[in-house]
């Protein structure tokens, strides 16, 4: 089994910047794939990045694109989010979530196998 931490999350400016950590950690970690995930209140969780763990393939969100960078650290186990010229619009709890297969598209949040805790970023107007 596979647990995820997050990590990073906070309260920051418009126009700001934050950075996302994910670590993982139990068996033998080797996803298809690692992606973040967002939910704001009353609204669905909502697909932002993903990047595939052995090629390093990035896909983004159009909300986010230019904006958002993500990377991962292989031999950490440890996927980042770097987040830059924040939004209020970017204020929402941030989940990291692995998949094992490459099955469906990486933005399906059904496709991930194991999630974690979340993290809450604010952005202040």
């Known amino acids: 089994q596979v647990q995820l931490v997050e990590s990073g999350g906070g309260l920051v400016q418009a126009g700001g910047s934050l950075r996302l950590s994910c670590a993982a950690s139990?068996?033998?970690?080797?996803?298809?794939?690692m992606g973040w995930f967002r939910q704001a209140p009353g609204k669905e969780r909502e697909f932002v990045a993903a990047?595939?763990?052995?090629?390093?393939?990035?896909y983004y969100a159009d909300s986010v694109k230019g904006r958002f960078t993500i990377s991962r650290d292989n031999a950490k186990n440890t996927v980042y989010l770097q987040m830059n010229n924040l939004k209020p619009e970017d204020t929402a709890v941030y989940y990291c979530?692995?998949?094992?297969?490459?099955?469906?598209?990486?933005?399906?949040?059904?496709?991930?196998?194991?999630w974690g805790q979340g993290t809450q970023v604010t952005v202040s107007s």
């Open positions: 139990g068996r033998t970690f080797s996803p298809y794939a």
């Open positions: 990047i595939t763990w052995s090629v390093g393939r990035t």
């Open positions: 979530a692995g998949k094992e297969r490459n099955t469906l598209v990486v933005a399906a949040a059904r496709s991930y196998d194991y």
